[in-house]
């Protein structure tokens, strides 16, 4: 292949993900993830991951991309935004992906449509892939890191100067050969707003988060019930949290998404401004049914709820008493 097929190959897939609203592409050389594998080992040593025993699991496949496409050459990431237009509030805050629908399948289907495409505009039959969106053992913001997209910041997420942190992150694992890019330098400094802001403590040193006591990880992954620890520090989120992304100067720079499935339906809007007054399970199924806001279940949204009235209640009868 001539060097400026090569080079055209990839711009030929930066044109289709462009065209289809994604805000950035990055290419990088599928190898082992060397640095990972020991921050990998440290949080799971310190048990970071709480319940979520997944993150247990799979632990090669999440450094060697490899073991997850035979023979791939190339790991490409995407970002595709989320900000909303107007923020929903309510006596209860939900976070701001979960406005619209599951982004898994929305993503998917996009990826899968440009890729297509870009096979086909470069005579590519042959080629071995796989598309994820969050859905397999991948170290998504360190892959997206590693291609120039951003940098990892304090809070966890992969920050971008020009784009902030409010998207979601895919990637194409492939046999097919692409020029590569080059990392780029944290801009964090000496900025500690998340660090300050996170009412739980969950950020426990520089892009080192304790899973176990993010909000997120509270409202969304553990099914039991909520440690007292978390009681009157939850900020009133019932699924998910983006105080860490709130704060954080670079979201200064988010814009709103163009993305119709992510629009929050009315039902949604008046159930949270309403504060989730008519919810029970035949509302939950016809508010939720195609939301990442069913991954909690009805019980653990009820669950999230029942907890800061309790907290709300608790917190206005002391206030009384002291009257």
């Excluded at 289809?20 to 080992?41: H, M, N, Q, T």
């Excluded at 553990?222 to 520090?233: A, S, V």
């Excluded at 009235?309 to 009257?323: A, C, D, S, Y």
Aim: hydrophobic share 35%; net charge negative; glycine share 6%.
């Amino acid at each position: 292949m001539k060097k400026s097929e090569f080079f055209a190959r990839k711009e030929s897939l930066r044109l289709l993900a462009d065209k289809a609203g994604f805000l950035s592409v990055g290419f990088s050389p599928a190898g082992f993830l060397e640095d990972d594998a020991i921050r990998l080992e440290n949080f799971l040593n310190q048990n970071y991951q709480g319940e979520m025993g997944y993150l247990e699991r799979n632990f090669d496949k999440r450094l060697d991309p490899t073991l997850l496409v035979p023979d791939a050459k190339t790991v490409i990431s995407l970002l595709y935004n989320y900000f909303p237009e107007k923020i929903i509030e309510g006596d209860f805050k939900v976070a701001k992906y979960a406005y619209g629908e599951d982004y898994h399948h929305v993503i998917k289907d996009k990826i899968k449509t440009i890729w297509d495409e870009f096979l086909t505009q470069n005579h590519i039959s042959d080629s071995i892939y796989r598309i994820f969106t969050d859905s397999a053992p991948v170290l998504e913001k360190s892959w997206a890191a590693k291609s120039g997209l951003g940098w990892v910041g304090k809070n966890g997420n992969l920050l971008s100067k020009k784009r902030g942190s409010f998207f979601f992150i895919a990637e194409i694992i492939t046999d097919i050969d692409f020029p590569t890019d080059f990392p780029t330098i944290s801009y964090c400094g000496s900025c500690t707003r998340c660090i300050d802001a996170c009412p739980t403590g969950a950020i426990v040193a520089d892009a080192v988060i304790d899973g176990s006591r993010c909000i997120s990880y509270a409202t969304i992954e553990l099914k039991n019930e909520i440690p007292q620890e978390f009681q009157g520090k939850m900020d009133n989120w019932v699924y998910g949290c983006d105080i860490c992304q709130d704060v954080c100067p670079w979201n200064r720079h988010s814009i709103p998404h163009n993305e119709s499935k992510f629009t929050p339906s009315e039902d949604f809007i008046d159930l949270v401004e309403n504060n989730f007054e008519e919810i029970n399970r035949e509302v939950f199924k016809k508010v939720f049914s195609k939301s990442a806001v069913t991954r909690t279940r009805y019980e653990g949204l009820e669950r999230n709820i029942n907890l800061i009235k309790h907290v709300k209640m608790t917190e206005n009868n002391n206030l009384i008493n002291k009257i």
